[in-house]
């Protein structure tokens, strides 16, 4: 419940940023640079004058931007790989799940970093590279949940009725795995979302003057010990965000999975 | 055992087989001319520097030759020049490697030896409110930015307080950033121990020893901790490769000389062979830690390597 509030009022600051904002987040100030915190500045001021919450609230746009493109590449592939290979069994099941599973031996930030770094830095080859390296986690999940579900009776007399393959899969087992995935999916967001502030924190991702959060806090370790407010605002912007999806997934989960539930109650 | 002690080995190598194969494809990501962008630092290279760039790589070759040939440098254990400053890649990557070790297993051992107990308590008082605190916590250490704890961190025991170095090569510059990598991976293992735990305390075992009057510290010591000690092999399987990822990134917060600010610099650089090195030198090294812990849990758990 909590989670999910925090979801809907990120996503409202984030829409409505331009009416909430009280300045332009690209405004710069030269009388104002690295000011403390003020009722005109509530979170204070950057290095260019440029006022933090402002910066804060538009950067929410990209913090989710980038969640749902690197979700959506992530859980598009792995939802198509894990169904094929479960519902197809044999030997190409075998073959893309050897795959998967090799992916899946590397740490995300590695597979993300090794595509940026050849890519290119920027925004959207970060989102790319955050997106393809959770594929292996969305097939993976995909898969054991095809797996169970192709067991069961709706799916032969589907077949029976003489529907194909691709049909079988689109219309009666994908609608199945569904809710799972909005669990997966929304772990997943959070994921994307410190991965792809990882990278811009390393200068791998979205580039100046870009009000993206992870940015942010790279270009306001500079001023660490001069204006400490540079980088307090938009970590916790980040760490609420992430922890809302954590939360709601938790939450979807643990009321989507009946054991778990008898286990709590 | 001996049968899959073998069995892991051949899986392990022809993991790295392929991920050297897509490691040495990585250079044909680069948009445009991976020669001309490598050379792009340097002024204007002429196209016979270019053609004579092209020709030391091997990039005028085919595929599969170049492979070929990146493969039989590597059995030599040549990881090919870096760029810039010349120097072979794997003597810079191995000049690095033991502190990028230090951080992530003094790391480990700070998530380790807080996570379990937590989790285990956790466990322990299932339903109550210190198991709600206990996992509110969890969650917020799964949810932290890394990079930003670090930077908390260092704003209030360097800065503020005064106690720790900022950044440095000795033992007490370390604190900071194992204890930021710690605390990340302290969550996610306090959860995973709480969830092994509940099913250990479901087990008929503890439920016998409970009805057959043993006191309770002895149920927890001599019959729930041992099943709990063989799944800290599995979190530590789990969480390992997660660890030595988020040290690249901990280690450019505290400009700890590691590989992971090693490999930042060279991304800076556009360095791709020294990139190439560290991907598959950290690809080794997780797929090995995979292995010999696959291996210790086969050793605890003899059922394991049966199925």
Known sequence: MIGGTVILVVLLLALFAPVVAPFSPDQIGVGRRLSSPSVAHLLGTDEFGRDILSRVLFGARFTLYIGVVAVGIGLACGVVIGAVAAYAGGWLSGLLMRAVDLLYTFPDVLIALGLVAFLGPNLTNAMIAVGISAIPYYARVTFGVVLSERQKPYVASAQVVGASHARVIVKHLLPNVLPPMIVVASLGFSAAVLSAAALSFLGLGAQPPTPEWGLMLSTGRNYITRAPWLVIGPGIAIFVTVMAFNVFGDGVRDLLDPRQRQRML | ?307
């Open chain 2, 1 to 307: 055992m001996t049968r899959f002690v073998f069995r892991r080995l051949f899986a392990a190598l022809v993991t790295l087989v392929i991920s050297s194969f897509l490691v040495c494809m990585l250079i044909h990501l680069i948009p445009g001319d991976p020669v001309v962008m490598m050379m792009a630092q340097n002024s204007s290279p002429s196209p016979e520097q270019l053609a004579a760039m092209r020709h030391v790589l091997g990039l005028d070759l085919p595929i599969w030759l170049q492979y070929f040939h990146y493969m039989g440098r590597l059995l030599h254990g040549d990881l090919g020049r870096s760029i810039f400053g010349s120097e072979p890649v794997a003597t810079l990557l191995l000049d690095r490697l033991p502190n990028t070790f230090a951080l992530a297993f003094t790391g480990l051992a700070i998530a380790i030896g807080f996570g379990m107990p937590l989790g285990f308590l956790a466990a322990y008082w299932k339903g109550s409110w210190a198991d709600s605190v206990l996992m509110l916590f969890a969650v917020a250490g799964v949810s932290i930015p890394n990079f930003w704890l670090g930077l908390m961190l260092v704003l209030t025991f360097s800065m503020t307080l005064g106690w720790l170095p900022v950044a440095g090569e000795d033992w007490k510059s370390m604190i900071l950033p194992a204890a930021t990598l710690g605390v990340t991976y302290m969550a996610i293992i306090a959860r995973m121990t709480r969830s092994s735990m509940i099913e250990v305390f479901n087990e008929d075992f503890i439920r016998t020893a409970r009805a057959k009057g043993l006191p309770e510290t002895l149920v927890m010591y001599r019959h729930a901790l041992k099943p709990a000690m063989i799944s800290v092999v599995t979190i530590i399987g789990v969480v390992f490769g997660y660890l030595m990822g988020g040290a690249v990134v901990v280690e450019n917060v505290f400009s700890w000389n590691g590989l992971g600010r090693l490999a930042i610099q060279a991304i800076n650089y556009r360095d791709y062979p020294l990139i190439q090195g560290f991907i598959l030198l950290f690809a080794t090294i997780v797929v090995l830690m995979s292995v010999l812990l696959d291996l210790a849990y086969a050793w605890l758990d003899p059922r394991i390597s049966v199925a």
